[in-house]
């Protein structure tokens, strides 16, 4: 829908290869260049202040200690740490004939480590705004923007020639200069909408619109800008790419970018021009479970496959007002880092300012390092074995959800990434542009928590998974609307889930219940109810899709009809209130399994937490997968769980999670847990030749019944990881 792509200024740049699919990535050939290498990461960021007044033999030597193997060091951008000759580059005014960027990307490079050169490109001086006031950040009302933490700055437009040109001049001269191995650009993709005169420009010459004025997904200009953007901040991400790599073809353009299906850049595509990508989600802050580490690494793995994923986490405090310079709680470090690891986040640790007021932190990441270090060969992993994905949609973030995205699209997937921790199912996440086989072939079961915007021909893709053998698990308006986000006449995915669109969505409902019914033929409550023998009903979401069933389905849950809920006495189902239609929907279709729910059980599950729809969406997810589980853990506790292969070994991670603190950080203390009863997988055709617990530094008894290993880890105090040494 989007053609003739022409701005005359950069056309050239949207040329160029790019780095590898992710499907090339999961061949077990090794990935050319150093990207793979790097176990730990530090990067020490240097305040303008810091040139002469920090002791870098004072960071080489925690470095040295910690078994460091790339750092990242502060370049220019927004301040130059290094004597550029780029015009209008502001140089630190520390930094006198002093080349501080230089002397230690020299000293960390003799002591064998990757170094990347970190720029900046979200802001600059009132010399620049002089010289160049179309380089700057306009507002809707046509104002140029000052940086709104430091006045001293400007914010500058990403899609414009700030960028393209001065960015990329300061790019070229890094390179030039140091020959590093990448170059690491924070804050790259703008700050807001920018309506300066040449994002204008620039987009009526390719839409013949005016910039849009409204949020809206569903404004035709908006939705052209959504477009636009993407395809200009990859055409700047190639740009620099190939300018660094014309220069040093061993190094690469390394966005600070991707994420969730909140993120803004194509995963998709973003996974494909990266090498090796750097989640940087720093801390939690508000509500926020430990687990969303490892969520930042299933969502970057969904399309960077076996590339190296890096987790950027700071000692300081990740919240709204930004205490950078303090530091968390020993045990809040800990238990995020932890969480990273368990899903193969490789940990980097960032600090602000090079000289070091407050140093608790210190201790506590070396501890962690030197494990790591110790460890490395059980952390390298190559595959995971979950057998179970849950589906992110960043279109229907953007086009069902747009400003609700949050509430609409994160919070139904997050309500099921809690269900999955608790019932300590392994999960990988699973991008919806990546739904052929090959990057699904893995995978017993797909979850689509309100993925609501599909195409006729991803909803193909998910036909045919479930036609060779492969389950699905949907709810509320999951295909209802198409990939703009358009709301179509019938579900997309009708067949599968055996209901048609009864032509409304009910909502919010207060007071509203799923009746349980037992299966007629057997007179006995369907898998999908485990657990509920003495519940008569269970609460029901709070908003659900009308539906008509049709062919062959079964409907263990159904809805009650909504009664008041108050005044007090009016608090009863009525008697003579018609059944509801099928609270849930259970079938047989091909090979597969499909499990559809039209409430928004999920989403409400974030909302309430409550017990009942825990069980429901475990036992959907269960009874759809129909197969022994690759890991299980049986004991008390809330555990996040992940299990692995890698070249001689596997690994099941069990991270504590079970805290006051769970939901809302920091966490004051770790609470141990007691025995956890663990069953293994062993792949076919290995040989298990010994197990060993690699916090607790022991090997582990254990009995091996038909392929299936059985031990007791006997407490968890935060993390263990079981390792099994193939013969
Ligand atoms: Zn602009």
Same mark, same amino acid.
Not at 159 to 164: A, D, M, R
Not at 262 to 266: A, K, T, Y
């Given at each position: 829908m989007f053609l003739g792509y022409t701005a005359a200024t950069t056309a050239a740049a949207l040329i160029g290869p790019t780095i590898g699919s992710w499907a090339e990535s999961f061949v077990d050939t090794p990935q050319a260049g150093w990207y793979d290498k790097p176990m730990r990461w530090a990067q020490i960021g240097f305040a303008e202040d810091d040139p002469g007044n920090y002791d870098p033999q004072f960071w080489l030597d925690y470095f040295k200690r910690l078994h460091v193997e790339a750092v990242t060091l502060n370049a220019g951008g927004a301040v130059a740490f290094y004597p550029t000759q780029v015009p209008f580059h502001y140089r630190s005014k520390w930094l006198g004939n002093m080349d501080t960027f230089g002397d230690l990307q020299k000293s960390c490079r003799a002591l064998g480590m990757v170094v990347v050169a970190r720029t900046d490109a979200h802001a600059c001086h009132q010399d620049v705004y002089d010289a160049h006031p179309d380089w700057i950040m306009v507002d809707a009302n046509g104002n140029k923007v000052r940086h709104p933490s430091d006045k001293d700055f400007w914010l500058t437009c990403a899609?414009?020639?700030?960028?393209?040109e001065f960015m990329t001049a300061v790019q070229e001269e890094v390179m030039t200069k140091y020959m590093v191995d990448g170059i690491f650009t924070n804050r790259w993709a703008g700050s807001g909408m920018c309506y300066c005169e040449h994002c204008q420009k620039n987009f009526r010459d390719v839409s013949s619109m005016d910039l849009p004025r409204t949020r809206n997904p569903q404004d035709p200009a908006r939705r052209q800008y959504i477009v636009w953007r993407q395809q200009r901040l990859f055409e700047l991400w190639r740009l620099w790419n190939s300018r660094i790599q014309h220069i040093n073809p061993n190094a690469s353009y390394i966005a600070n970018a991707g994420g969730g299906a909140?993120?803004?850049?194509?995963m998709k595509t973003v996974g494909e021009l990266a090498p090796t990508l750097f989640a940087d989600r720093q801390g939690r802050s508000g509500l926020m479970p430990p687990w969303a580490n490892g969520k930042n690494g299933k969502e970057y793995r969904a399309t960077m496959g076996r590339k190296a994923i890096v987790g950027i986490f700071s000692m300081g405090l990740e919240d709204k007002y930004r205490w950078k310079d303090s530091v968390q709680s020993d045990d809040e470090i800990r238990l995020w880092v932890a969480d990273g690891i368990a899903h193969d986040l490789r940990p980097w640790f960032t600090k602000f300012d090079c000289k070091v007021i407050d140093s608790r932190w210190m201790p506590v990441v070396e501890d962690l390092y030197k494990w790591h270090a110790a460890n490395s060969t059980y952390l390298r992993n190559e595959r995971s074995l979950a057998r179970v994905g849950l589906v992110y949609s960043q279109q229907t973030a953007t086009y069902y959800g747009g400003d609700d995205a949050r509430a609409k699209v994160e919070d139904p997937s997050l309500g099921f990434y809690q269900a999955l921790v608790e019932a300590r199912i392994p999960f990988e996440m699973v991008h919806d542009q990546l739904l052929d086989p090959d990057h699904i072939r893995q995978f017993r079961t797909l979850i689509l928590p309100n993925i609501a915007a599909l195409s006729t021909a991803q909803c193909k893709q998910l036909e045919d998974f479930v036609e060779g053998g492969g389950s699905l698990v949907a709810t509320y308006e999951t295909s209802l609307y198409n990939e703009w986000g358009v709301r179509q006449q019938n579900f997309g995915l009708a067949s599968l889930f055996g209901v048609n669109y009864a032509g409304k969505v009910e909502g919010p409902m207060l007071n509203s219940y799923l009746s349980l019914n037992k299966d007629? !033929? !057997?007179g006995q409550y369907h898998a999908l109810l485990k657990d509920f023998d003495n519940a008569v009903r269970i609460i029901n979401g709070a908003n659900q899709v009308a539906v008509t069933p049709f062919g062959e389905g079964l409907y263990p849950l159904q809805v009650v009809d909504t009664y008041p809920d108050l005044p007090m006495e009016e608090v009863f189902p009525r008697k003579d209130a018609p059944r509801g239609q099928p609270g849930a929907i259970v079938r047989q279709a091909g090979k597969g399994r499909v499990v559809y729910l039209p409430g928004d059980i999920d989403r409400t599950f974030w909302e309430t937490l409550n017990f009942d729809q825990a069980r429901l969406l475990r036992n959907a997810v269960l009874w759809a997968t129909d197969e022994p589980a690759p890991l299980s853990v049986v004991g008390k506790g809330v555990l996040d769980v992940s299990v692995w292969t890698q070249k001689n070994s596997m690994t099941a991670h069990l991270v504590n999670l079970t805290n006051p603190m769970m939901m809302k950080g920091p966490i004051r203390e770790i609470i141990p847990i007691t025995a956890q009863q663990v069953k293994l997988q062993i792949p076919a055709g290995r040989r298990v030749k010994q197990v060993q617990l690699l916090v607790a530094g022991t090997k582990i008894h254990y009995t091996n019944e038909e392929g299936v290993l059985h031990l007791e880890v006997p407490s968890i105090a935060l993390h263990e990881v079981v390792a099994v040494d193939f013969a």
């Open positions: 899609l414009g020639p700030y960028n393209f909140l993120s803004e850049l194509d007629p !033929s !057997s």
